[in-house]
């Protein structure tokens, strides 16, 4: 393998953040809402049921309009946050990307320059199997905050069954690296 598929795999593992990332934020967006939908619900609940017998019918209304209104804006506050958090997560993985991608062409240029592939090797001995592991890990903790995600949201998600096969990969990646050290 060469560093393009160490930094292919690197590319990977931010992508797998970034989506988990992202999910966090679809789950902080959902409950916020639905957190929302409820005290209006309640509110509105209350000036119906005629607990407030003092209070007339153009102040209910007065309350309605003002109620509407706050209820649009801390949306409104909700939605703007959520939309900003993602645009600085997707900047923040494009750099990162595009530092990946600069380092693995500085790898190449000083490799053919000294005329060697020590850096590759390391890379495919050592540092390989390590990133493998790293982006099993963190490609289970995408899917984990999706299931989050979509249960803040509301949505019927199946439980899905722990598997033992990460703890198989760190093993193997452990065996790779005692061999070839």
Known sequence: MTTQSLS????????????ASK????AYR????????????????LLKS?????????VKAGLFKVQT???SLVEQGINTGSDRTEQAINFI???VNSGIQRVAAAADRVEEA???????????AVILPVAQVSLTLVTRAAEGTKRL??????????VAPVVAKAKRVVKKAVRRVKANA
């Not at 999910?23 to 679809?26: R, S, T």
């Open 114 to 124: 000294l005329k060697t592939k020590a850096i590759t090797k390391v890379g495919t």
């Open 30 to 45: 959902s409950g916020s809402q639905r957190l929302v939908i409820g005290a209006n619900t309640r509110y509105i609940n």
């Open 50 to 58: 005629g607990a407030l017998p003092l209070v007339t019918d153009n």
């Open 69 to 71: 209104q706050l209820t």
């Open 149 to 158: 995600s979509d249960r803040v949201a509301g949505a019927e998600t199946s």
């Open 8 to 19: 292919t795999v690197a590319s990977d593992i931010v992508g797998q953040y970034s989506l």
């Open 93 to 95: 993985a494009g750099g």
């Open 23 to 26: 999910h966090i934020v679809d």
